[in-house]
């Protein structure tokens, strides 16, 4: 019946239906029954399986036999549905049975393991009830065992004191120290059971038993020592036992006898070099170190073998005698400083420290870390002088040597050593003394920078040994910096704090003063120079070649070009006269910029080993930062005078370029007289100084761009100058510029064998101010056929102009003022729409209503500019 009904709903009410699956359900369907058959897929299209099926009319006569076959299959498919949906009727009846079974059988489990839990519990009270016994009985054992091992400590300790008791008497001091050795550590386990009156009893008796001890040997030692020294080889072993007892007892016991022996070691040196005798004084210090190595060895042989080696009692008695020493000499320093000079104190401070080094050497200084806390040691550079070659910078570490203090590192003894404790024990009383030392250090230095100041007074640098060798620093550069070396260590062996601060100002005052009387004030004055033009071709020489060469000339305008000519020169001869520098003005400049160079690197080297010397908590304090600006401005003040001498030497041409008659000028040649004039400036000038300045090549390429900045600046400032100038007189003056422009370039390497490549920065430098010269003369040269278009080719080439700039520009071409201020107006327009990014029709508007403005050359000269680049790529 239920069969029937499932076939019923499937015929009424699926079977016509089309059902839609999600796609989750139809790749899950795909994964699990894969097929192929277009049947099956999702995207199934009845139409395009039919004409696949049925392509052409003719398949059509076999439709019956499709027809059957498919009917054929839904009859199966049919049939295979009604089994599964019969199939799963009885699916929930099932279901529900498994779950029953399930819950029985967790019921059962359930029981089970309640059973397991009783039993479980069951056997472990079992348990307990058997091993209950076995504990106590554990317990006691434990008990017995601890009280056994606590009687038989408290026989050894009662036995122990009793024994002690009985050795104290004898004084049978080997036998106490192990004795009571264990009795204190049996001592230790009773700790917790002091509130017991006999455990405290004992403990009482202990201490009292140390007490005498300590009293005892204390009495011992002091009788032994009442006379001239222990006699009896007993008495030496019983005292060294004695010792053995102090090591065990308590520790205020070992160091009062400690302190009291070494006093009584010293009490004969106090009454030897006590104030009122002679040997007290400084001059006489080395006799207070030989008597307390004689004493150490007498010590060591008579007395060192009843001392624990341990104890470093020859180390005590040594500290302590530096101790001694140093208050006393601290007092008799502070009544008598009067007395006091600089070559005593060195005498003193070199005895003491080489005293101090031998202590440093023979003893670890263990003593003195147990007696306070000191400093740990640290490491530092050994402060030993080392030779180099005269003439070097005594600051800077040879390679040699390096080379040598790396194959001495490669052994166990290094270049750095550990600093002793013993070092400065006694010196450090002299330290507020040294100020005696600085000062006379300050005289020494004064002596020597007078002596400097006469030596160069006298000699000067030699001109005939700058043109062979080149300039070298002055030798009192050296000398005073090797006395600056010797100076810094002697005091870095005296003392690192203050006077070594000291020190510093002394080093800073005297480096200040020879910057000033050593250098800046033996540079030449120009009124006090004499004048080169003798080495130089004269400017008539030059007038007569130039005139010879323009009569050769066919042009009509050449009778009057000479006659400027001739006039113009004659201009610049008498300006030529102006004093210059000589060639010993020059050396003696370029020397004092190389000494000062080679004092500007030494000071810093200098500072580096100051802050190196002195205390870490000094360092900060050190500055020479003053000192080396003075010889930087030094170097920049001779820079200065070089590039003002050959500037001064440049602007007899530069005027003459400026008074030119560049209107009429009627045709371009070669290169002008002027250009020929600075070039021969140039190759005279720059050899000289460049060989001068071999050792500082740096100063040179500085000087050469210092000198072509000014130089551009001038040259522009001249070419303002040339008004009017014609077409023709612009074009010359281009072809000038570009020869100028060319010897610049090659200004650092002029007159050189070897083809040196100027620095980038310098070349760069040269072709944007040449350019702009340049520039201005092509603006000049400019023939535009309209105002509008003049501005707009001067704003291109002239981008950064501004209307003063371009006001002297329409001065050079020639410009009534009365047109000037029509241009003047149009180019502020021009920068304005440029500024403001608009068109340029504001330009065409004025143009054409100012047609009749500017009157502006041919149309056919605008082709000179190109043909004048033509000339000059032949002539480069």
């Known amino acids: 019946m239920a069969a029937q009904d499932v076939d019923d709903f499937l015929d009424d009410e699926l079977i016509n239906q089309y059902i839609v699956f999600p796609p989750e359900v139809i790749a899950a369907i795909d994964q699990v029954f894969p097929s192929q058959d277009p049947l099956d897929r999702a995207d199934f299209n009845p139409v395009d399986y039919i004409n696949n099926l049925f392509p052409t009319e003719q398949s059509l006569s076999n439709i019956e036999e499709v027809i ?38 967790i019921c059962q489990l359930f029981a089970r393991i309640k059973d397991i839990r009783a039993k479980a519990e069951k056997s472990e009270h079992t348990v307990r009830e058997i091993t209950r016994d076995i504990k106590q009985l554990d317990i006691a054992k434990r008990n017995l065992t601890s009280a056994i091992t606590t009687l038989n400590h408290l026989h050894f300790l009662v036995f122990g004191v009793d024994q002690l008791e009985s050795l104290c008497q004898k004084r049978q001091y080997s036998e106490i120290a192990s004795l009571l050795q264990g009795v204190s550590r049996v001592m230790e386990h009773f700790t917790p ?65 400690m302190r009291w022996f070494v006093s009584l070691q010293l009490v004969e040196y106090s009454h030897l070099f006590q104030e009122s005798e002679e040997n007290a004084w400084l001059d006489r210090i080395d006799r207070r170190y030989a008597w307390v190595k004689r004493h150490l060895l007498s010590f060591e042989e008579r007395m060192g073998r009843i001392f624990p080696v341990d104890w470093e009692m020859s180390e005590r008695i040594a500290v302590e005698f530096c101790n001694l020493t140093r208050n006393e000499l601290t007092k008799i320093m502070a009544k008598r400083v009067n007395e006091i000079d600089v070559k005593l104190l060195l005498f003193t401070l070199q005895k003491t420290t080489q005293f101090e080094e031998l202590l440093s050497r023979r003893f670890t200084g263990l003593s003195m870390e147990e007696l306070g806390p000191t400093e740990k040691p640290k490491k530092v550079e050994s402060t030993n002088p080392f030779e180099e070659p005269a003439g070097k910078n005594p600051f800077e570490e040879e390679e040699e ?190 020397t004092i910029l190389t000494t000062a160079e080679y004092c500007l690197e030494t000071t810093q080297q200098l500072e580096g080993k100051l802050k190196e010397k002195v205390k870490p908590t000094l360092a900060d304090k050190i500055d020479l930062g003053s000192e080396q600006d003075l010889f930087g401005s030094v170097i920049s003040q001779c820079i200065q005078l070089l590039v003002a001498d050959l500037e001064g030497a440049c602007e007899p041409a530069l005027i003459t370029m400026a008074k030119t008659a560049w209107q009429t000028w009627e045709s371009v040649g070669d290169q002008s007289q002027y250009v020929t004039l600075m070039t021969s400036q140039f190759k005279h000038y720059i050899p000289f100084i460049r060989d001068c300045l071999t050792s500082s090549r740096k100063y040179f390429t500085q000087f050469c761009m210092r000198f072509v900045n000014a130089f551009m600046a001038r040259f522009v400032q001249q070419l303002y100058k040339c008004k009017p100038v014609g077409v023709v007189g612009a074009e010359q003056l281009l072809l000038d510029t570009h020869m100028l422009k060319t010897a610049l370039l090659d200004l650092p390497s002029v007159g050189s064998q070897v083809a040196r490549k100027p620095p980038a920065s310098y070349s760069k430098m040269v072709v944007k101010g040449m350019t702009r010269a340049e520039m201005i003369l092509k603006v000049v040269m400019d023939a535009s056929d309209t105002n509008a278009k003049y501005v707009a080719h001067y704003t291109r080439l002239l981008p950064d102009s501004d209307p003063s700039e371009f006001q002297k520009i329409l001065d050079m071409k020639g ?26 029709t504001p330009y065409s508007a004025v143009s054409t209503s100012n047609a009749q403005g500017m009157p502006l050359s041919p149309d056919h000269e605008s082709s000179r500019i190109k043909k004048l680049e033509k000339l000059i790529k032949r002539r480069l």
């Not at 009917?71 to 929930?92: A, F, M, N, P, T």
């Not at 050449?558 to 006269?577: H, P, R, V, W, Y």
């Open 401 to 590: 040597s390096e080379n040598q203090v790396s194959s001495v590192q490669d052994q166990p003894t290094t270049e750095l050593r550990t600093v002793s404790p013993f070092h400065g024990l006694i010196s450090r009383c002299f330290e507020n003394h040294l100020n005696i030392f600085v000062e006379s250090q300050d005289k020494n230095m004064a002596e020597l920078m007078d002596r400097f100041v006469a030596d160069l007074k006298t000699q000067g640098p030699s001109l005939a040994q700058a043109e062979i060798e080149g300039c070298c620093v002055l030798p009192s550069c050296a000398d005073l910096f090797v006395f600056y070396k010797k100076c810094l260590l002697q005091c870095a062996q005296l003392s690192t704090g203050q006077p070594m601060l000291a020190l510093t100002s002394v080093f800073k005052k005297y480096l200040r003063e020879y910057a000033s009387r050593l250098l800046q004030s033996n540079l030449p004055r120009p009124n006090n120079a004499s004048s080169i033009a003798p080495v130089l071709p004269s400017m008539s020489s030059l007038t007569k070649d130039f005139t010879r060469e323009l009569r050769d000339l066919s042009s009509a305008g050449a009778a009057g070009l000479i006659q400027n000519f001739q006039s113009l020169l004659k201009e610049g001869d008498i300006s030529s006269n102006s004093p210059r520098y000589t060639k010993d003005d020059i050396a003696r400049i370029c």
């Open 193 to 257: 059971y002091l509130d017991i009156p006999q455990v405290k009893q004992l403990a009482d008796q202990l201490d009292q038993i140390e007490k005498r001890l300590g009293d005892q040997i204390s009495s011992d030692f002091k009788e032994a020592f009442s006379g001239s020294g222990p006699k009896q080889p007993s008495t030496l072993t019983q005292l060294s036992e004695a010792c053995s007892v102090l090591n065990v007892i308590e520790p205020r016991f070992k160091r009062e006898i």
């Open 815 to 840: 410009v009534r003022r009365s047109d000037q201020q029509l241009l003047v107006d149009l180019f502020r327009a021009h920068q304005t729409s440029q500024g403001e990014q608009e068109d340029n």
């Open 68 to 105: 059957t076959d498919f009917q054929g299959k839904i009859r199966h498919l049919d049939s295979e549905i009604k089994s599964c949906i019969r199939s799963q009727s009885g699916v929930s009846q099932d279901g529900a049975a498994a779950l029953e079974e399930a819950q029985r059988a």
